[in-house]
């Protein structure tokens, strides 16, 4: 699974200036970012001069999705599903998965930024990580809201360096939860759907096959 790492704060903290600098520093470091962001708003006008998601193309990322309640920017409704679940379909291909929000997101690892504010999220949600702040704030990994260079090389040292791009033969996800399996387990069930998909004469498909994605709804049996 490419990595998560989301940058969550209250309202006007600060956290779309900083995630997108260091998604300009991962950039330059040579790695390949996609941004997921997701906003309360609703009836927002997309990637326009002075709109958030302008602000993360202009800093480089490869691909930015922008998640509302009422609307996607990849021209889809939105299906509540978990930043994880998505990053997991749309964004397979980039090295790590910048999102802005998400705080209750489960299994993602999270920085707060903090500011104008006397509560922290750390003691609310889970996952965080790291803490950005203009105030005096007590923990293990403390940055200052201009130290974006130094959250980037962070999250390099801590999710990229001396990673390999993710060899599982396969990944099963239920419900927006990737399902952890074995090696052997991996291998039964890319083998069995192998050779059900070699078994079909699939018109239209002159390259080598070298990936399969499946979507099931069991809600239709």
């Known amino acids: 699974m490419v990595p998560i790492v989301t940058f969550i704060g209250w309202h006007d903290c600060g956290k779309t200036t900083l995630a997108s600098k260091v998604v300009t520093y991962l950039k330059e470091s040579g790695y390949s970012v996609a941004v997921i962001k997701s906003t309360k708003e609703t009836g927002i006008?997309?990637?326009?001069?002075?709109?958030?998601?302008?602000?993360?193309?202009?800093?480089?990322?490869?691909?930015?999705?922008?998640?509302?309640?009422?609307?996607?920017?990849?021209?889809?409704?939105?299906?509540?599903?978990?930043?994880?679940?998505?990053?997991?379909?749309?964004?397979?291909?980039?090295?790590?998965?910048?999102?802005?929000?998400?705080?209750?997101?489960?299994?993602?690892?999270?920085?707060?930024?903090?500011?104008?504010s006397d509560r922290l999220l750390r003691d609310q949600v889970n996952g965080v990580i790291a803490v950005a702040s203009d105030k005096q704030v007590s923990g293990d990994y403390i940055f200052r809201l201009d130290e974006a260079a130094e959250i980037a090389a962070f999250i390099e040292k801590r999710?990229?360096?001396?990673?390999?791009?993710?060899?599982?033969?396969?990944?099963?996800?239920?419900?927006?939860?990737?399902?952890?399996?074995?090696?052997?387990?991996?291998?039964?069930?890319?083998?069995?759907?192998?050779?059900?998909?070699?078994?079909l004469k699939l018109h239209g498909t002159d390259s080598e096959t070298r990936t399969l994605d499946i979507r099931i709804n069991l809600s239709k049996k």
């Open 159 to 199: 999710f990229l360096q001396n990673s390999a791009k993710p060899t599982d033969r396969a990944t099963l996800m239920i419900n927006g939860e990737r399902v952890v399996m074995k090696g052997f387990v991996q291998d039964a069930l890319a083998g069995t759907i192998e050779g059900f998909i070699n078994s």
């Open 45 to 116: 006008a997309f990637d326009t001069p002075g709109t958030d998601t302008h602000t993360h193309r202009q800093a480089g990322a490869d691909a930015v999705l922008f998640v509302a309640p009422d609307q996607m920017v990849m021209l889809s409704d939105n299906s509540g599903e978990s930043i994880t679940s998505l990053a997991h379909r749309y964004f397979p291909y980039v090295d790590i998965v910048i999102g802005e929000g998400f705080k209750h997101a489960r299994h993602v690892a999270k920085i707060e930024v903090f500011r104008n």
